[in-house]
């Protein structure tokens, strides 16, 4: 785990068998789908996806509250992506190419919007996925990132500005409305439709 990733309690504490089932059922698909479209590719997503959950059981919090367990469990994740696009850069001297193809039917955006999101910079895709698409608080989008909170606005906002930029390209930049409707028609699909879980981790996997 990296230095950033959320220190846990130096007191031993466990998330019981039952909460961490519940947890994984209502978190993996979300969990799974943010890393898809952060990284550009699902290649390596359910990979991410277990060792998040991983970590979670080895250095769990000292709460069973999923409403806490939830910005931890992104943290972890968002690390590992990190870690993966720096293992990237250091293995090949360039980052990951983002390839919208690849990203699989989980996705269920028009391949052309995918190439515009994938064109963001990674902190502009976690910030909108987390704030739009898993409809996060600025303190749990905060939490999940390893930000202060009263950043996020400034930095969504500009988040926002830059995709409504490349969605509708306009001759002065500062003309762009931060706040363009595409972002319902971008982000609200993946609130809305059900999508079949993974299998249950268990415990006893770790």
Known sequence: MTKSDCTPPKSISMISEEVFKDFYRQTAVPLRRYVIHTMGAARHADDIVQETYLRLLRHPPQTENPQELRPYAFRIASNLITDSWRKQKHETGVPETLDASTVDSDAALPL???????????LDRQLLWLAYAEGASHREIAAALGLRERSIRVLLSRARAKLAELLSPVEDPAKAK????????????HREVARVPLPVLSIADE
């Open 112 to 122: 052309d919007m995918k190439r515009t999101f994938l064109s963001l910079r990674p």
């Open 178 to 189: 931060p706040r363009h409707p595409v972002m319902e028609t971008v982000f609200q699909p």
